[in-house]
Nanobody
Framework: QAQLVESGGGLVQAGDSLRLSCAVS????????MAWFRQAPGKERKFVAA????????YYADSVKGRFTISRDDAKNTVYLQMNSLKPEDTAVYFC?????????????????WGQGTQVTVSS
């Protein structure tokens, strides 16, 4: 049973940067595809970014391409989301997700474990 714990959220101004972290315990982290999703108030959870277990393939939602970067450190069992040039529309709760034994996916139903989420608020 894996456990995922996100950190790094906060309140920032438009144009600022934040780095989210997701620490994973349990399971075989190096074999997981990892992803970040986000959910704004009253809206459905949406895909943000994913990284293959090998770390050599990454995927991004069009809305964050060129601004966000997903990465992983298998030695630390941690995945990161570097968010630059933040916009008010990036405001949401950000969730980390792990998929055991499968490749990266943009579909939330493909992920087996989830963190509790971390709030990111971007003021204009």
């Amino acid at each position: 049973q894996a456990q995922l714990v996100e950190s790094g959220g906060g309140l920032v101004q438009a144009g600022d940067s934040l780095r989210l972290s997701c620490a994973v315990s349990g399971g075989t982290f190096s074999r997981n595809a990892m992803a970040w999703f986000r959910q704004a108030p009253g809206k459905e959870r949406k895909f943000v970014a994913a990284i293959q277990w090998s770390g050599d393939s990454t995927y991004y939602a069009d809305s964050v391409k060129g601004r966000f970067t997903i990465s992983r450190d298998d030695a630390k069992n941690t995945v990161y989301l570097q968010m630059n040039s933040l916009k008010p529309e990036d405001t949401a709760v950000y969730f980390c997700a792990a998929r055991y034994g499968g490749g990266s996916s943009t579909n939330s139903y493909d992920y087996d474990y989830w963190g509790q989420g971390t709030q990111v608020t971007v003021s204009s």
